[in-house]
């Protein structure tokens, strides 16, 4: 018995109690959605070469969107991927995100022990179940937090896509006629999606400041302090990981 308290003891010491977990919990937020009536999915966005069949009551993951009419998605049953119709699938209602804050030691953590590389001296992550962007400086496994920033991501019916990707374009405004709405400060990530500014209409005027909840079309949405920040901190060629 003295042996088990005194090896008690020791363990208190070594593991403090209150002491953050060195591991953090950054997951993946995967929209998954169920097939509400028999459906095609097809290869292409216009709905023409079919690839294959989904069931009622098959779980889809929703990998991107068309104006929220059409959805690129991959089968959790067969693996297939494909288009469908909007109304072939119920699509889950968006969740709050989570409040819980990671220490710079952990998010470091994460970045070096997954060994993100990049092209420059900046790695960005983007964490949509927190509804934040962290950004990195340094190089593979000695990366550094430099900042942490909320933003809005897409809503599930409008999902931001997850993977790791490459900064490329960048402009100080856009406005898009098929949203009908715009940006200032984008920088493109993977074809259309961006990060940007909060939305703007076409006369530059702020159309609605949410921030801190999924609430975008797709793009990263950030205040305009911060928006400004990326566009004229971070090269091109910059990776990007969004989870």
């Avoid at 693996?79 to 968006?94: A, L, N, Q, Y």
């Avoid at 060994?115 to 983007?126: K, P, Q």
């Avoid at 009908?180 to 999606?193: L, P, Q, T, V």
Wanted: hydrophobic letters at 35%; charged letters at 25%.
């Amino acid at each position: 018995m003295k042996r088990f308290v005194t090896l008690l003891i020791l363990l208190s010491i070594l593991i403090p109690v209150n002491a953050a977990p060195l591991v953090p919990q950054i997951t993946e937020t995967r929209v998954i959605a169920v097939v509400i009536e028999p459906c095609w999915l097809y290869r292409d966005r216009g709905l023409y070469v079919k690839a294959g069949e989904l069931t009622v009551g098959e779980r889809v993951e929703i990998l991107k969107d068309y104006s929220e009419s059409r959805y690129f998605v991959r089968s959790m049953k067969t693996d297939k991927s494909g288009w469908v119709r909007r109304e072939s699938i119920d699509i889950p209602s968006d969740t709050p995100a989570d409040e819980t804050r990671l220490t710079a030691v952990q998010l470091e953590e994460y970045a070096n022990n997954t060994g993100f590389s990049s092209a420059t001296e900046y790695f960005i992550l983007t964490d949509i179940g927190r509804q934040l962007v962290y950004v990195f400086s340094g190089t593979s496994r000695n990366w550094s937090l430099v900042k942490t920033m909320s933003c809005s991501t897409g809503k599930n019916t409008s999902p931001t896509t997850r993977g790791l990707f490459k900064t490329s374009e960048r402009g100080d405004w856009f406005y898009s006629e098929r949203l009908g709405s715009g940006g200032r400060y984008w920088i493109r990530f993977n074809e259309s999606y961006l990060f940007h500014s909060i939305p703007t209409d076409r006369y530059k005027k702020i159309i609605n400041d949410t921030i801190g909840e999924r609430c975008s079309n797709g793009c990263v949405r950030l205040s305009i302090k911060d928006a400004e920040w990326l566009y004229k901190t971070i090269p091109d060629g910059t990776s990007v990981f969004i989870t």
